[in-house]
């Protein structure tokens, strides 16, 4: 059975805005007994996490469930979903590096890039997800055993 997503309208502010709404549980609820230093970077940690694993899963399914997989197919409605899921995340942890770490120009490139990327197969050229998708599952499942290490040394200095 193929589920579609009909989208009446562009998730993207949604997503941001959970992502957002997360960030600052996080970052004033969760973690306000950490030392302020350690904050922004918890924060961070969770907003990832939140991410990695429901886009594996929503990744794997919107590769799975497309009827043509190639590397220049056009988008379907839930590979559109996945990429606007995790454009979201992105623009997030891109707000977060620029505020609380401007100097940190491998993270912030390695978000303009990836955003660039996903950007331009949702919104410009509409094909191409399958290759983005599946280098999309590569990264959360590695971003996962990132976070959890750096969890472990953020919580370890708290």
Request: aromatic fraction near 14%.
């Amino acid at each position: 059975m193929d589920h579609q997503f009909p989208l009446t309208s562009n998730p993207l502010p949604l997503f941001f805005a959970g992502y957002l709404l997360l960030y600052l549980i996080a970052y004033s609820i969760i973690f306000r007994t950490w030392a302020s230093k350690l904050r922004p970077e918890a924060s961070s940690c969770a907003i990832s996490l939140a991410h990695g694993t429901p886009a594996v899963f929503l990744a794997a399914r919107a590769i799975l469930s497309d009827p043509a997989p190639d590397f220049h197919s056009s988008n379907t409605p839930l590979q559109s979903l996945v990429l606007d899921y995790s454009i979201a995340y992105f623009l997030m942890d891109h707000v977060h590096y620029l505020i609380f770490y401007p100097t940190d120009v491998l993270f912030i490139g390695h978000h303009l890039a990836t955003l660039f990327v996903f950007v331009t197969c949702r919104y410009l050229v509409y094909h191409g997800p399958v290759a983005i998708l599946v280098l999309l599952v590569l990264a959360e499942v590695t971003s996962f055993c990132q976070n959890m290490w750096a969890s472990k040394l953020t919580r370890g200095a708290k």
